[in-house]
């Protein structure tokens, strides 16, 4: 089935006439005809009754005719968004995200949307990962940029790539070199870590109680860069998304085993909610970043055995 057959079946069912129904779709009574009949073989069922005198819509053209009507306006719709997408965008720009993804992933989304679109506005809100789809539903966001929620109901997850959760911790500390740790070995073992209300927070709470260790969680704190700094001035680990590290000088990553933990950041919209061109250009840019993210993860990932995995 191709697009110009749902043209001429609506025309036809507006008309009920070949002769003005083609020639509102600029073509032959014949072709239309034609085109009609590959229509009604392909779906097999006779969408029309024909007579000499007239033309009438069967039961079943009734019943395709609502959805074939849906189907065009849907994709009218969106090649009017792609057309904007050709002319200068205004307005504002509403994007929710979590700390972690805010230090390097936004930031470069951002820059290259701005760079082809000065004229929007963009607003940034650093929540939780229930918190954002709270604004996402309220629409007092456009689209959220955050971990994948445990809970789906009503709204839509776009997974982007997938990356580990590492151990960072300062030239001070005791595992400065070690090739990996096991999660068993940080019991009792002094950390920095995000508070509970966070999910990166709850997972890591969940990965040390099925190996039976106890950290000692000596400071919770919510910037991510803060946490950095801390662990790179004192004694104290920190377990966040490699994206979070990203290679930063004075730090060592170390890969966890015994469980490895997984995160996959994502786009999140409300099912059914319309997107508007800014949304969709910025979501366009996510995509593209997100797959250079997960080739940067991979390289990491090949060569982690290292003793001292930092760029």
């Known amino acids: 089935m191709e697009l110009r057959h749902l043209r001429y079946f609506l025309a036809l069912a507006e008309r009920l006439n070949f002769t003005q129904a083609a020639a509102q779709v600029h073509v032959t009574q014949s072709t239309l005809s034609h085109q009609i009949s590959q229509l009604e073989d392909e779906l097999g069922q006779r969408l029309f009754d024909r007579s000499d005198r007239r033309v009438t819509i069967t039961a079943a053209g009734e019943l395709f005719l609502t959805k ?20 200068d965008l205004s307005g504002e720009l509403r994007i929710g995200t979590t700390p972690t993804l805010n230090m390097e992933v936004v930031p470069r989304c951002i820059a290259q949307f701005t760079e082809d679109h000065p004229s929007v506005h963009i607003l940034v809100e650093e929540e939780t990962g229930d918190e954002l789809i709270s604004g996402l ?14 809970v789906l109901e009503g709204i839509v997850f776009e997974p982007l790539y997938t990356e580990e959760m590492i151990l960072v911790v300062g030239e001070r500390h005791a595992f400065a070199r070690r090739r990996r740790v096991r999660m068993a070995e940080l019991h009792r073992r002094e950390l920095v870590l995000p508070p509970r209300k966070f999910t990166t927070r709850q997972q890591i709470d969940e990965a040390f109680t099925a190996v039976g260790a106890q950290p000692f969680v000596v400071i919770e704190m919510v910037s991510l860069a803060a946490i950095l700094a801390l662990v790179e001035q004192t004694a104290l680990a920190a377990i966040v998304s490699r994206s979070a590290w990203r290679g930063r000088d004075g730090l060592y990553a170390i890969p966890l085993e015994a469980p490895t933990m997984t995160r996959m950041p994502g786009l999140i919209w409300v099912d059914g909610q319309p997107r508007a061109p800014a949304v969709a250009a910025f979501a366009s840019i996510v995509r593209g970043v997100a797959k250079s993210s997960a080739r940067d993860h991979l390289e990491w990932s090949r060569g982690k055995s290292a003793p001292n995995p930092r760029s």
């Open 137 to 150: 539903r309220a629409q007092r966001l456009d689209l959220v940029l955050a971990y994948r929620p445990l």
């Open 68 to 87: 074939a009507i849906n189907a065009l306006a849907e994709i009218d719709n969106g090649i009017a968004l792609m057309n904007t997408l050709n002319k």
